[in-house]
Structures are given as structure tokens and as C-alpha cells.
């Protein structure tokens, strides 16, 4: 059975970096289309990044994180990372990532999978 399992959150000055991660057990990562999603206190959880599984290569960032922060896949790892550069207040939240498997979606109601989060606090 598939489980994901995020680590890596955390407490970061604004203008900081943080890695999270998030580790498959039970199948393949290249089969699954992964994300990262996110909630802040009070709001409705909102979508990250996207990324295909490993045959079609597609990525998406959300605006609000584009050319701030990278996803990518290790499949020796199996494991799907965000890599979050010059973070912001606004990036605060927990941090889920969600798994389906193939076809690649945007959509949170189409992932099948969810992690339990990790926590990301961004002090100004």
C-alpha cells in the first residue's frame, strides 16, 4: 500500500531555504504523479507544484512559488523533494504532498494519496 511520509519543515528566517521531502513506501515513485500542496492557518488548502510521473516530464508551479521553488523526484530515494529558496511570511503552512498514479493532474481531488504534512514557519 502506497504511504508518503513528508519531513523536512521547519522554522526559516524570510530570504531563507528549506528542503522538504517526501518518501514513497509501497510502489515505484516514477509510476505516480506527485505534489506538493499547502494550507495556512485559516485558509483552504491551495496546490504547489505538480509533477508527472517520470514518462511525460511535465512540471507546474503555482505563481505564487514559481522561480522561488523546485520540485524534483529521485527514483533511487524514492522520494519527491521541494526545494524552497528566498521563502517568504506568505509561503507559511503545512506542507502536504499527494499521489496518483500515471496521469498527471493539477487538481487535489484527482491525487489518491495524501501525506500528514510537515509544518513551515517563516519568521520576518
Known amino acids: 500500500q502506497l504511504q508518503l511520509v513528508e519531513s523536512g519543515g521547519g522554522l526559516v528566517e524570510s530570504g531563507g531555504s528549506l528542503r522538504l521531502s517526501c518518501t514513497v513506501s509501497?510502489?515505484?515513485?516514477?509510476?505516480?504523479?506527485m505534489g506538493w500542496f499547502r494550507q495556512a492557518p485559516g485558509k483552504e488548502r491551495e496546490r504547489v507544484s505538480c509533477i508527472s510521473s517520470s514518462g511525460d516530464g511535465k512540471v507546474y508551479y503555482e505563481d505564487s512559488v514559481r522561480g522561488r521553488f523546485t520540485v524534483s523526484r529521485d527514483k533511487a530515494e524514492n522520494t519527491m523533494y521541494l526545494l524552497m529558496n528566498s521563502v517568504k511570511a506568505e509561503d507559511t503552512g503545512d506542507y502536504f504532498c499527494?499521489?496518483?498514479?500515471?496521469?498527471?493532474?493539477?487538481?487535489?481531488?484527482?491525487?489518491?494519496?495524501w501525506g500528514r504534512g510537515t509544518q513551515v514557519t517563516v519568521s520576518s
Open positions: 499527494a499521489a496518483k498514479y500515471y496521469r498527471y493532474s493539477r487538481a487535489p481531488p484527482d491525487y489518491d494519496y
Open positions: 509501497g510502489v515505484t515513485v516514477d509510476r505516480y504523479a
